[in-house]
């Protein structure tokens, strides 16, 4: 699955998201992408990112929601860019099933203008604030 503007990608990764279909965010990726995930989970290609994201939404992120907040895409000549998409995750579980609480995430991709459309070409998912 592509997409026909960068700018399509936020919402629709967010719906996808909220439907808790790992199938369809994964399709988002090219085939051997790389992600890194809220967890810090690490995956390569859409398989791997499928079954990473499966078992995330699956568990600490079984009822969370995502709203979207400020983007800001950088071009990278006429074939690729970087999006920055900030998110607030709420309905967290921490691991003994209690509420987390809400949280700030960003988003940066890296997408790529393949012939069927703009795919994922990499991902980092991160905790806004958190120091690496």
């Known amino acids: ?7 399509d990608f936020p919402r629709a990764f967010a719906r ?13 990726f090219a085939p051997d992408a790389d992600f890194l995930s809220l ?20 568990g600490a992120f079984a009822r969370a929601r995502l709203v979207t907040g400020r983007m800001k895409i950088r071009p990278i000549g006429t074939e690729a860019c970087v999006v920055f ?7 967290l579980l921490n691991p003994d099933g209690s509420d987390a609480g809400r949280i700030g995430a ?24 958190a120091a690496g």
């Open 16 to 28: 996808a998201w909220g439907a808790r279909d790992a199938l369809t965010l994964s399709e988002f």
């Open 39 to 58: 967890t810090g989970g690490a995956a390569v290609g859409r398989d791997e990112i499928a079954e990473l994201l499966a078992g995330e939404l699956a």
């Open 106 to 129: 960003v988003l940066a991709a890296t997408l790529g203008l393949y012939p069927e459309g703009w795919q994922i070409v990499a991902a980092q998912f991160v905790v806004e604030g």
């Open 85 to 91: 998409q900030r998110f607030v995750l709420s309905g």
């Open 1 to 7: 699955m592509s997409f026909a503007t960068p700018e």
